[in-house]
């Protein structure tokens, strides 16, 4: 993994985003790096300058857990509305838990269930679950829109969504 940080550190030096994202990541984890959650924050910040979706996510994440900086709701949002806005799926389900916790943003159940959708839509097997437990917060009559998030996630390979539909056999 050192050599393969090396590598990452001078595409990421260069200015490329993915790389810095990379990076990021292997600082957030300790992985070929030393462990140091504010270079990890700081490369996070490039990447998402040069507009890598992931390195929006990993900011995100850093302002949402206060890794590496101040916690801060309001730029986790924001940070996550960017990588959504590019396509990212994860960050949609991000936006979908920002809505149903209120990070950043009031609560909002239409919001949070439109941006679960959303991620769904775009592949993300693990909003299937978080999609179908907000169907089932919505009560009884919402049961059926619940299993079939939980279908999709588990057609998906998600084994929180399999373990879910063991319920409703």
């Not at 550190?9 to 140091?36: S, T």
């Not at 769904?120 to 919505?138: H, M």
Request: aromatic share 10%.
């Amino acid at each position: 993994l050192k050599t393969a940080a090396a590598y990452y550190a001078q595409a990421a030096r260069a200015g490329d985003g993915e790389a810095q994202r990379r990076i990021a990541g292997l600082y957030e984890r300790g992985m070929g790096v030393a462990y140091d959650l504010n270079k990890a924050f700081s490369w996070y910040r490039r990447s998402a300058g040069n507009n890598c979706a992931q390195g929006l996510v990993g900011l995100g994440n850093c302002y949402a857990e206060g890794k590496g900086t101040v916690k801060d709701g309001q730029l986790a949002f924001d940070s996550y509305k960017r990588a959504a806005d590019l396509g990212d799926a994860t960050a949609m389900l991000n936006l979908g838990c920002c809505y149903h916790n209120g990070i950043g943003v009031q609560p909002d159940r239409e919001e949070e269930i439109a941006w679960y959708s959303k991620a769904v839509d775009a592949g993300c097997a693990a909003a299937c679950y978080n999609l179908g437990y907000a169907y089932e917060e919505e009560g009884d009559a919402s049961r059926d829109l619940a299993r079939r998030a939980y279908e999709k996630g588990a057609r998906l390979g998600d084994e929180s969504c399999k373990r879910k539909l063991e319920l409703y056999q």
